[in-house]
């Protein structure tokens, strides 16, 4: 793949600043363009927010790939936000990977507290995937259905084992069904990005690095966009095939 800029994918990659979106950064860096959005803590790559320097190095520097856009989407407005950022920066979006997410877990009795938490959970979980992924479609997809299966141009949301089956006394009700609900999303999209060429998928991992290395969970994520498979939730567990 050539490493020109006009040649690169670009990539829309939410939950940036956490452990599996700086592997991402990390392993997409030469092949993608990357708009990556955080809340707070950036990854760690090179960015125009920073600039990691070996000082024993002898390669020349080169320009960040990843555009890092802070932003905190418990504010519904910063959704269209991210989306104008992201075009102005790159002019367009390939693949958007829904990787932020919220984990709160505990009893549902007495549950005072989980309760409390279970909307923004539900939010972050579900439905920021959802309207950042239509918000994508309204402003750049939707009338590109031909330019769009040429690029092969697609979403990978980021699951968990959770939303597939019951992992008993873990407290993890809540979370589950914000996953659970985001598999269905992901089934319900793919009927509908079909009709302007944009392929839905979602990659459903166990607890990672403890149980999947977070190497693996990248891989499916990035086999996903190489491949052309849509409405597929992939499970990526110890005991699947790897």
């Not at 979370?175 to 992901?186: C, E, H, I, M, V």
Request: glycine content about 6%.
């Amino acid at each position: 793949m050539s490493n020109s800029a006009d040649d690169m994918r670009v990539c829309l990659l939410t939950g940036a600043g956490g452990g599996l979106g700086t592997a991402l950064c990390t392993e997409m860096d030469r092949r993608y363009l990357i708009s990556a959005v955080c809340r707070s803590k950036l990854p760690r790559v090179d960015s125009q927010e920073v600039v990691f320097v070996d000082p024993l190095s002898q390669e020349p520097k080169r320009v960040p790939k990843t555009f890092v856009i802070k932003a905190d989407f418990e504010d519904e407005s910063q959704i269209e936000r991210v989306i104008e950022l992201t075009l102005a920066r790159f002019g367009r979006i390939d693949l958007l990977i829904n990787n932020a997410g919220q984990y709160i877990t505990g009893p549902l009795v007495p549950g005072k507290e989980l309760l409390e938490d279970a909307s923004r959970m539900m939010e972050i979980n579900a439905l920021v995937p959802l309207r950042l992924a239509v918000t994508a479609a309204r402003m750049f997809w939707k009338e590109r259905r031909a330019e769009n299966i040429k690029l092969s141009r697609n979403i990978v949301n980021v699951s968990s084992t959770a939303g597939l089956k019951l992992y008993e006394n873990q407290g993890q009700s809540l979370y589950a069904a914000s996953k659970a609900a985001l598999n269905t999303l992901t089934v319900h999209m793919s009927h509908e990005f079909s009709r302007f060429g944009v392929r839905v998928n979602a990659v459903a991992p166990n607890s990672f690095p403890g149980i999947v290395p977070t190497s693996r969970v990248v891989e499916e994520i990035l086999k996903l966009d190489a491949g052309s498979m849509s409405g597929e939730i992939v499970r990526v567990d110890a005991d699947a095939a790897k």
